[in-house]
């Protein structure tokens, strides 16, 4: 499979009406201690950043500020920082920044092992990849292009290996046809959650992504989720008896989110989904679902306020909601193919769960994250200043501490 574009969205430009005067007063309910821990004159962009286990590190992806005269690289690459922090606890920046990704190689959707704090799992093509174009915002065309390189691959690098003045040199988890990437261990680290884009599933210019468990023991793939359209960007629950992820179930772009609970066999090891829920059902894009520590409520983003100001919205997933969804659901009802022997699995959509915006700054907040802990959340946002000579601010990794109050005490219908 050669390389693919997917939700090419027509952007509008935000409402200046609606940009409000002081987005730290607006996001105070539920933030504080903002910081940039990336900036523009080291990263010509940066993004979906992740913690270590102990809270300690992040890694994210991102594209450097070339020398002068050299034009930046058109693909993102995979960096490891330290944290650094005040006498306080506050997040203050970054230190200790290293590319752990092979220079001209494509990276993306890192991750920590949970047991092992040297090894860390992202995708990346190794190589440079199968995909001759520039991803993100297209000028001059209103469209955002992702691309989906056929040699991206789950890799895996020992950091202990990083030798100053050498090349990173990762190693595939596994190998199988097709972009997989947007991987993540499970708490013990032998489950490894990933979407793949299996190019024998390619109809016109649509991927069409499935959701595997790959089981480092055994070596086998365990498919989670199987229908049409591209599911993808998963993650455990806490406890790791529940995932979240987005879909394009409809076709139309409109990412929705989902949950499922997973079915496990008698040596607990997941077999597939017991139930699916659809937890968003609007006409709107919602995508980079990820779970409070609590496994409560999910953090995620939306353009609900325009796709130039995409924000940051938590949703509440409400166990009585879920099983009155769940009760009235017909078992062929928007099945999906799941699991092992890829028996149908009911789809629950639940209606009615409590939302609460989290962010309120013009330009696009996405990718929010937390920290183990649950004390702050980090995501991509273009809130900063734009560079000199340039109309619009980066993206870039923003951090707050997360005040810990109910986030839904002002739900939003």
């Given at each position: 499979?050669?390389?693919?574009?997917?939700i090419?969205?027509l952007?509008?430009?935000?409402?200046?009406?609606?940009?409000?005067?002081?987005?730290?007063?607006?996001?105070?309910?539920l933030?504080?201690?903002?910081?940039?821990?990336?900036?523009r004159?080291?990263f010509?962009?940066?993004?979906?950043?992740?913690?270590?286990?102990d809270?300690?590190?992040?890694?994210?992806?991102?594209?450097?500020?070339?020398?002068?005269?050299?034009?930046?690289?058109?693909?993102?690459?995979?960096?490891?920082?330290d944290?650094?922090?005040?006498?306080?606890?506050?997040l203050?920046?970054?230190?200790?920044?290293?590319?752990?990704?092979p220079?001209?190689?494509?990276?993306?959707?890192?991750?920590?092992?949970?047991?092992?704090?040297?090894?860390?799992?992202?995708?990346?093509?190794?190589?440079?990849?199968?995909?001759?174009?520039?991803?993100?915002?297209q000028?001059g065309?209103n469209?955002?292009?992702?691309?989906?390189p056929?040699?991206?691959?789950?890799?895996?690098?020992?950091?202990?290996?990083?030798?100053?003045?050498?090349?990173?040199?990762?190693?595939?988890l596994?190998?199988?046809?097709g972009?997989?990437?947007?991987?993540?261990?499970d708490?013990t680290?032998?489950?490894?959650?990933?979407?793949?884009?299996?190019?024998?599933?390619?109809?016109?210019?649509?991927?069409?992504?499935?959701?595997?468990?790959?089981?480092?023991?055994?070596?086998t793939?365990?498919?989670?989720?199987?229908?049409?359209?591209?599911?993808?960007?998963?993650?455990?629950?806490?406890?790791?008896?529940?995932?979240?992820?987005r879909?394009?179930?409809?076709?139309?772009?409109?990412?929705?989110?989902?949950?499922?609970?997973?079915?496990?066999?008698?040596?607990q090891?997941?077999?597939?989904?017991?139930?699916?829920?659809?937890?968003?059902?609007?006409?709107?894009?919602?995508?980079g679902?990820?779970?409070?520590?609590s496994?409560?409520?999910?953090?995620?983003?939306?353009?609900e306020?325009?796709?130039?100001n995409?924000?940051?919205?938590?949703?509440?997933v409400d166990?009585?909601?879920?099983?009155?969804?769940?009760?009235?659901?017909?078992?062929?009802a928007?099945?999906?193919?799941?699991?092992?022997n890829?028996?149908?699995?009911?789809?629950?959509?639940?209606?009615?769960l409590?939302?609460?915006r989290?962010t309120f700054?013009?330009?696009?907040?996405?990718?929010?994250?937390?920290?183990p802990?649950?004390?702050w959340?980090?995501?991509?946002?273009?809130?900063?200043e734009p560079?000199?000579?340039?109309?619009?601010p980066?993206?870039?990794?923003?951090?707050?501490?997360?005040?810990?109050?109910?986030?839904?005490?002002?739900?939003?219908?």
């Open positions: 499979m050669s390389f693919l574009l997917w090419s969205l952007l509008q430009p935000a409402d200046a009406e609606s940009a409000p005067s002081d987005w730290r007063a607006d996001e105070s309910r933030l504080s201690d903002w910081v940039a821990l990336t900036n004159s080291e010509v962009k940066a993004g979906e950043a992740y913690f270590s286990p809270g300690m590190r992040i890694i994210f992806q991102a594209v450097p500020v070339p020398p002068q005269g050299v034009e930046p690289d058109q693909h993102y690459s995979m960096y490891v920082a944290l650094t922090r005040d006498a306080q606890g506050k203050t920046g970054l230190s200790n920044t290293r590319r752990v990704s220079k001209g190689s494509a990276s993306t959707c890192g991750w920590f092992h949970p047991k092992d704090r040297n090894l860390i799992l992202f995708g990346c093509t190794i190589e440079p990849p199968l995909a001759p174009n520039k991803p993100g915002f000028v065309t469209k955002y292009v992702w691309s989906f056929e040699n991206m691959k789950v890799v895996t690098l020992d950091l202990s290996t990083l030798k100053q003045g050498s090349e990173p040199a990762p190693k595939p596994f190998d199988r046809p972009y997989c990437a947007e991987a993540s261990y708490p680290g032998r489950f490894v959650l990933y979407a793949n884009v299996d190019p024998a599933k390619q109809v016109g210019e649509k991927p069409d992504a499935d959701i595997f468990i790959y089981d480092t023991s055994s070596g793939h365990i498919p989670l989720v199987v229908a049409p359209g591209y599911d993808g960007g998963p993650f455990f629950a806490p406890g790791a008896r529940r995932i979240c992820y879909s394009d179930r409809s076709g139309t772009d409109l990412l929705q989110l989902y949950a499922a609970d997973l079915k496990f066999d008698s040596g090891v997941p077999s597939g989904i017991e139930r699916e829920y659809q937890l968003t059902s609007n006409e709107h894009v919602n995508w679902p990820f779970w409070n520590p496994g409560e409520f999910l953090v995620y983003a939306t353009s306020m325009g796709h130039r995409y924000e940051v919205f938590a949703l509440k166990p009585a909601l879920l099983e009155a969804a769940a009760a009235v659901a017909s078992p062929q928007g099945a999906v193919r799941t699991g092992v890829l028996a149908p699995a009911p789809t629950a959509t639940v209606p009615g409590p939302r609460a989290v700054a013009a330009g696009a907040d996405v990718l929010p994250v937390f920290s802990d649950g004390g959340m980090i995501w991509t946002a273009q809130r900063s560079a000199p000579g340039e109309t619009k980066s993206s870039q990794v923003w951090a707050a501490r997360w005040k810990g109050v109910d986030p839904f005490a002002q739900s939003v219908k």
